[in-house]
């Protein structure tokens, strides 16, 4: 059953703050426009350092943010907002990506457009709208807040508007390619943080995501010898076909563990029909729900590297990249029970789902940081020509988030995490 959160914010209070929304989403179809009309693949620094430099401005002139820009010469820049609150409140951290999967020219062929009810365009959900959620959430608690202060007899009109204790808003260049740059930082700001937000779109029925499976990317490189494959081919060492039995034998790990997947999505090997071929790379995933299970299959993998069924083989494995599994933590169940709540005091029903997909929510949760995600408008077919965005979510899930922030900032439960919470470093 979803939690009763009126005792943390009031049905009237979610009302307002849905009413601010609802007064805002002008300006927010506005940015999402220009925002979905840049061009901001993971490799297009210039684009996604446009965007940073708007979200830079957005978070000092519209939430009074102190801004950090953490500058790479060759992905963009991390854009890291620090918003202070009451006091004692619990920390929070927010996390929405600027980059996108599509090369430069996508936005010129497909720019953003709206058509009953549905906006298109490249990164229209993954994450345009995601990332202004988050800030336009922020917006409407800051509007709220000056709104409770000039409208109260003898109300400080110094105190702050932020109803937690402190909010990072981390803009991250480069999730779409593992986060190699946002990483770092983002482990430092989960450090001090009670809870964290991840802005991706919500599942298209609009679940929210409480879980998601951990990604071990590995590339496997196989050494063999060349020979002349017509003339003596028995000097040779094929590697193409140790690729093809460590292949095999790779597959046929899926189904050992519940949850894990192994998978080679890429094989490449040899130079010429006529060589024996003298080296192989596999490109290998694997994914799995638990830390343990991932572990297990990993071990297993490199297992498999390790032996050869051609003679006079060597296999190198090289990790290219490391997402451990978003386990639904007991503290983070807490954090779902209430949004759930708030979402049904503002006219909605939602789930929260595992999901096979990585995000950012798998650094904060490894590091035993209570997350969810999943906190975007609804939308779907993401990374695709077909990637939409249904208007009509933008303004209850704004609301959504904005009342989440609220009732955490209150939250006794939450608040009491602080004293226990230690300092997350590895």
Same mark, same amino acid.
């Given at each position: 059953?979803?939690?009763?959160?009126?005792?943390?914010?009031?049905?009237?209070?979610?009302?307002?703050?849905?009413?601010?929304?609802?007064?805002?989403?002008?300006?927010?179809?506005?940015?999402?426009?220009?925002?979905?009309?840049?061009?901001?693949?993971?490799?297009?620094?210039?684009?996604? %350092?446009?965007?940073?430099?708007?979200?830079?401005?957005?978070?000092?002139?519209?939430?009074?943010?102190?801004?950090?820009?953490?500058?790479?010469?060759?992905?963009?820049?991390?854009?890291?907002?620090?918003?202070?609150?009451?006091?004692?409140?619990?920390?929070?951290?927010?996390?929405?990506?600027?980059?996108?999967?599509?090369?430069?020219?996508?936005?010129?062929?497909?720019?953003?457009?709206?058509?009953?009810?549905?906006?298109?365009?490249?990164?229209?959900?993954?994450?345009?709208?995601?990332?202004?959620?988050?800030?336009?959430?922020?917006?409407?608690?800051?509007?709220?807040?000056?709104?409770?202060?000039?409208?109260?007899?003898?109300?400080?009109?110094?105190?702050?508007?932020?109803?937690?204790?402190?909010?990072?808003?981390?803009?991250?260049?480069?999730?779409?390619?593992?986060?190699?740059?946002?990483?770092?930082?983002?482990?430092?700001?989960?450090?001090?943080?009670?809870?964290?937000?991840?802005? !991706?779109?919500?599942?298209?029925?609009? %679940?929210?995501?409480?879980?998601?499976?951990?990604?071990? %990317?590995?590339?496997?490189?196989?050494?063999?010898?060349?020979?002349?494959?017509?003339?003596?081919?028995?000097?040779?060492?094929?590697?193409?076909?140790?690729?093809?039995?460590?292949?095999?034998?790779?597959?046929?790990?899926?189904?050992?563990?519940?949850?894990?997947?192994?998978?080679?999505?890429?094989? !490449?090997?040899?130079?010429?029909?006529?060589?024996?071929?003298?080296?192989?790379?596999?490109?290998?995933?694997?994914?799995?729900?638990?830390?343990?299970?991932?572990?297990?299959?990993?071990?297993?993998?490199?297992?498999?590297?390790?032996?050869?069924?051609?003679?006079?083989?060597?296999?190198?494995? !090289?990790?290219?990249?490391?997402?451990?599994?978003?386990?639904?933590?007991?503290?983070?169940?807490?954090?779902?029970?209430?949004?759930?709540?708030?979402?049904?005091?503002?006219?909605?029903?939602?789930?929260?789902?595992?999901?096979?997909?990585?995000?950012?929510?798998?650094?904060?949760?490894?590091?035993?940081?209570?997350?969810?995600?999943?906190?975007?408008?609804?939308?779907?077919?993401?990374?695709?020509?077909?990637?939409?965005? !249904?208007?009509?979510?933008?303004?209850?899930?704004?609301?959504?988030?904005?009342?989440?922030?609220?009732?955490?900032?209150?939250?006794?439960?939450?608040?009491?995490?602080?004293?226990?919470?230690?300092?997350?470093?590895?």
């Amino acid at each position: 059953m979803d939690a009763d959160t009126s005792d943390l914010v009031s049905p009237a209070e979610l009302q307002r703050l849905r009413a601010i929304v609802d007064e805002l989403l002008p300006d927010y179809l506005r940015d999402l426009e220009r925002l979905v009309n840049i061009d901001c693949g993971s490799y297009t620094k210039e684009g996604v %350092d446009e965007v940073g430099r708007w979200a830079a401005d957005f978070l000092r002139e519209q939430l009074g943010a102190t801004v950090e820009v953490d500058e790479n010469d060759r992905l963009g820049n991390t854009v890291i907002g620090t918003v202070d609150g009451v006091a004692e409140g619990p920390a929070a951290l927010l996390i929405g990506h600027m980059d996108t999967v599509f090369d430069p020219g996508t936005a010129a062929v497909r720019p953003f457009r709206t058509d009953d009810g549905i906006a298109y365009g490249p990164g229209v959900t993954d994450m345009k709208s995601g990332l202004l959620t988050g800030l336009y959430a922020l917006k409407a608690l800051r509007i709220l807040g000056d709104g409770v202060r000039d409208g109260s007899p003898g109300a400080d009109s110094s105190a702050p508007w932020l109803p937690v204790g402190r909010v990072v808003f981390i803009a991250n260049p480069d999730e779409e390619i593992g986060s190699p740059v946002s990483s770092p930082l983002i482990r430092r700001a989960a450090a001090s943080a009670d809870l964290a937000l991840v802005l !991706e779109c919500a599942r298209a029925n609009g %679940d929210i995501v409480s879980s998601r499976k951990g990604i071990v %990317d590995l590339h496997l490189t196989i050494h063999g010898r060349a020979a002349h494959a017509g003339v003596e081919p028995e000097k040779g060492r094929s590697a193409a076909l140790e690729a093809a039995h460590k292949t095999i034998a790779l597959h046929a790990l899926n189904g050992r563990w519940p949850g894990v997947t192994v998978n080679v999505g890429v094989i !490449e090997a040899g130079t010429r029909p006529n060589v024996i071929a003298e080296r192989a790379l596999l490109k290998v995933d694997i994914r799995a729900l638990t830390r343990a299970a991932l572990e297990e299959a990993e071990a297993a993998v490199r297992e498999i590297a390790a032996a050869s069924s051609v003679p006079d083989v060597v296999c190198e494995v !090289e990790e290219r990249g490391r997402h451990w599994p978003m386990e639904k933590l007991e503290r983070s169940t807490r954090l779902v029970d209430t949004v759930k709540g708030i979402a049904r005091s503002l006219g909605f029903d939602l789930n929260d789902a595992a999901t096979g997909g990585a995000s950012d929510a798998n650094t904060t949760a490894g590091l035993g940081v209570p997350t969810i995600d999943g906190l975007g408008p609804v939308g779907g077919n993401d990374h695709s020509p077909a990637e939409y965005l !249904e208007m009509a979510s933008i303004v209850p899930r704004t609301a959504m988030l904005a009342g989440l922030l609220l009732a955490a900032g209150r939250d006794p439960v939450v608040g009491g995490w602080r004293p226990t919470r230690g300092d997350r470093t590895t």
